[in-house]
């Protein structure tokens, strides 16, 4: 699965992909479906993105399987 927090985000988003392979792709988009961030630093399974430079708004992360989840920056 895959879980993303907090959501509304501000400073820092951290991503859970319980399968993810060892070379797995996990992109943040802006409302308009471009590369919008920063690239993520990975733990394990879990992503972590600096995201206290981005506008607020609406984003998605999308995985390179193409899952997504839908988050908002305050």
Known sequence: GLRA???PMA??????V??????AQVELL???GRH???????M?????FDVGALSS???AI????????RVIKR
């Open 18 to 23: 319980l399968d993810a392979a060892p070379d």
């Open 62 to 69: 999308r995985l390179g399987d193409g899952r997504c989840e």
């Open 30 to 32: 802006d409302a308009l």
């Open 5 to 7: 927090w907090p959501n």
């Open 44 to 48: 394990g399974d879990r992503f972590v």
């Open 11 to 16: 400073d820092r988003l951290t991503v859970s």
């Open 36 to 42: 919008a961030g920063p690239v993520p630093s990975r």
């Open 57 to 59: 708004g609406a984003y």
